[in-house]
């Protein structure tokens, strides 16, 4: 791999007042998110104690338990890229962070040497 002298454009930086709007953004959907899981699992927990199920109890239980694991596996899908989960350092865990100066230099060599254009 050849070096490529590049000059990288300034990083943009929000005002306080963006920042401010994109952090309450960001509690609001991690809110929304852990609602969703909790209402799943208390769906989950309701279904059980029904007697006598029928074929839609069944039905909403198994939508419930399916919500519960997607939101699982998306969450820690998502922690691994970034960080270590419950402070365990497993391995192939926070990918981005140890991997950020590579990823950076492998993107800027494919947009110097193959840029992106509308033609196939």
Known sequence: MTSIDVEFPPVPQLSPA????????????RLLATGLLALMIAIAIATRFVSSPGWLVHLVRAGAEAG?????????????????????????????????????????????????????
């Open 18 to 29: 963006d920042e401010i709007q994109v952090r309450q953004a960001l509690r609001r959907n």
């Open 68 to 120: 519960i694991i997607g939101g699982l596996a998306d969450w820690f899908a998502i922690t691994v890229l970034f960080r270590h989960p419950f402070g365990i350092p497993l391995p192939h865990t926070a990918i981005l962070p140890s991997n950020k100066d590579r990823i950076g230099r492998s993107l800027v060599f494919r947009k110097c040497t193959k840029p992106i254009s509308r033609e196939r």
